[in-house]
T-cell receptor
Framework: DAGVIQSPRHEVTEMGQEVTLRCKPI?????LFWYRQTMMRGLELLIY????????DSGMPEDRFSAKMPNASFSTLKIQPSEPRDSAVYFC??????????FGSGTRLTVV | KQEVTQIPAALSVPEGENLVLNCSFT??????LQWFRQDPGKGLTSLLL?????REQTSGRLNASLDKSSGRSTLYIAASQPGDSATYLC????????????FGGGTRLMVKP
């Protein structure tokens, strides 16, 4: 298995633009998580899905953030409109009920 | 609410030394505990996973222990090498919290040649 695959690896965008981050979880994993990492706050859970259904989105900072999981092999995290304070590394991770997490390599987002 | 604390926040040791990283958590009702490594600018790599029924796990020079009743885990690194320099994070999966992991703040390790 290629692991959890995220794209793009780096994204630089202007304030106000829409940003879409993508994630392909490991086949057979029924949980998918989106995290954000900054120096100030460390790792923060934004939202997670179980069997493609959003379970807890209490970590999503604002209505500008939205996430979807249309099928078991794909998820997106969208920020619209983006702001400089959204600059961070965004990680996707997947797992099964009884096993540990596997993280993707992350997307480094810079909003200028 | 589960809180996970890692001590020390940073550690610098000479090459060859054996070292211990500490992790403590407030809620002992956990499914498992996982140790990760993160290199600068990179993602998280899973090192060891300890289920709640286990006391320890070993992988090469790494050994992780779990004392659920006292809310503690340690990561032991034998014969440290400069390549071990990274940030080490522990995370617990809490019962009655879905499948969410709660992370500690990490220990930043520097092994000097």
């Amino acid at each position: 298995d290629a692991g959890v695959i995220q794209s793009p690896r780096h994204e630089v965008t202007e304030m106000g633009q829409e940003v879409t981050l993508r994630c392909k979880p490991i086949s057979g994993h029924d949980y998918l998580f989106w995290y954000r990492q900054t120096m100030m706050r460390g790792l923060e859970l934004l939202i997670y899905f179980n069997n493609n259904v959003p379970i807890d989105d209490s970590g999503m900072p604002e209505d500008r953030f939205s996430a979807k999981m249309p099928n078991a092999s794909f998820s997106t995290l969208k920020i619209q409109p983006s702001e400089p304070r959204d600059s961070a590394v965004y990680f996707c991770a997947s797992s099964t009920s009884n096993y540990g997490y596997t993280f993707g390599s992350g997307t480094r987002l810079t909003v200028v | 609410k589960q809180e996970v604390t890692q001590i020390p926040a940073a550690l610098s040791v000479p090459e060859g030394e054996n070292l211990v990283l500490n992790c403590s958590f407030t809620d002992s009702a956990i499914y498992n505990l996982q140790w990760f490594r993160q290199d600068p600018g990179k993602g998280l790599t899973s090192l060891l996973l300890i289920q709640s029924s286990q006391r320890e796990q070993t992988s090469g020079r790494l050994n992780a222990s779990l004392d659920k009743s006292s809310g503690r885990s340690t990561l032991y690194i034998a014969a440290s090498q400069p390549g071990d320099s990274a940030t080490y994070l522990c995370a617990v999966r809490v019962i009655n919290a879905g499948n969410m992991l709660t992370f500690g703040g990490g220990t930043r390790l520097m092994v000097k040649p």
